[in-house]
C-alpha cells in the first residue's frame, strides 16, 4: 500500500463492527487501519494522511463529537462519516455542523458507507490540498524580517495611508529604507503589489490560517 492508496480509518469500540469493516473495505481495495477508541487513533495518526475517518458516535473516554472537534481544531486532512447505534437528531445535526459528510445509523447498508467513504476521500483530498497551500503561503510570510512584518501589518491596516513616506512617518524611518523594505517584502513574499498582497493574505487567512504579522 501506498499513499495514493485510498486510506480509511475506523475508530470503533465494537471489535465485530472493526472487524467486519476493516474485511469489507479492504476487498474493495481500501486501506484501512481500525482502533478499539479515540486515544489509540491519536496515538497513531499523524495528522499528515488525507483519508476517511468512520467514527462510532458513542464511546467510552471522548465521543465521536470530541474527537471530531479536536481533529478540526487541529486542521486535519480528515473526512469524517459517523456511524452510531443510539445517536439522535442533536448529535447528528451537531456532527454534520461540524462537517461531518453523513451520520449514519447501524445497521447500514455496505453501498451506501461506501458512497459516504468516497465523498469523504475527495474532501479530505480537497483539505490536504488546501492545508499545503496554506502552509506554502505561510512559509513565504516566515521570511520576512520583524521590520518588514511591521510595514506590512502597516499596509494592511491603513490601505489609504501606504505611500513609503507616510509609512516612514508612522514608523520613524526614511521613505528610501521604506522603499528598500518594500521590495524585499514583495520579493519574499513573491507578489508584484499591495493588491496581490492583500489577496495573499485573505487566501491564508480564509483557508482558516493567519499570516505571522
Same mark, same amino acid.
Given at each position: 500500500m501506498t499513499d495514493r492508496t485510498p486510506m480509511v480509518f475506523i *475508530?470503533?469500540?465494537?471489535q465485530d463492527i472493526r472487524t467486519s469493516l476493516t474485511r469489507a473495505l479492504g476487498q474493495r481495495g481500501f486501506e *484501512? $487501519? $481500525?482502533?478499539?477508541? !479515540?486515544?489509540?487513533f491519536l496515538? !497513531? #495518526?499523524? @495528522?499528515?494522511?488525507? !483519508?476517511? =475517518? /468512520? =467514527?462510532? #458516535? @458513542?464511546m467510552p473516554e471522548m465521543t465521536g463529537l470530541e474527537l471530531q472537534a479536536l481533529l478540526n481544531r487541529q486542521d486535519n486532512p =480528515?473526512? /469524517? /462519516?459517523f456511524v452510531t447505534g443510539h445517536g439522535g437528531v442533536p448529535e447528528s445535526v451537531q456532527a454534520m455542523k461540524a462537517g461531518a459528510v453523513d451520520f449514519l445509523e447501524k445497521p447500514f447498508r455496505q453501498s451506501v458507507l461506501i458512497e459516504r467513504i468516497e465523498t469523504a476521500l475527495e474532501l479530505a483530498e480537497a483539505k490536504r490540498a488546501a492545508r499545503a497551500t496554506r502552509q506554502g503561503i505561510q512559509a513565504r510570510f516566515d521570511r520576512l524580517t520583524a521590520r518588514e512584518e511591521e510595514i506590512v501589518a502597516r499596509m494592511l491596516d491603513n490601505p489609504a495611508e501606504v505611500s513609503s513616506k507616510e509609512i516612514g512617518n508612522f514608523l520613524g524611518i526614511s521613505p528610501r529604507t521604506v522603499d528598500h523594505h518594500r521590495a524585499r517584502i514583495l520579493e519574499k513574499l513573491e507578489v508584484r503589489s499591495l493588491v496581490e498582497l492583500v489577496d495573499l493574505v485573505a487566501r491564508l487567512k480564509n483557508g482558516g490560517g493567519q499570516a505571522g504579522l
Open positions: *475508530v470503533d469500540d465494537d *484501512v $487501519a $481500525a482502533y478499539a477508541s !479515540a486515544k489509540a496515538a !497513531a #495518526y499523524d @495528522g499528515t494522511r488525507a !483519508a476517511c =475517518l /468512520v =467514527l462510532d #458516535y @458513542g =480528515l473526512a /469524517v /462519516v
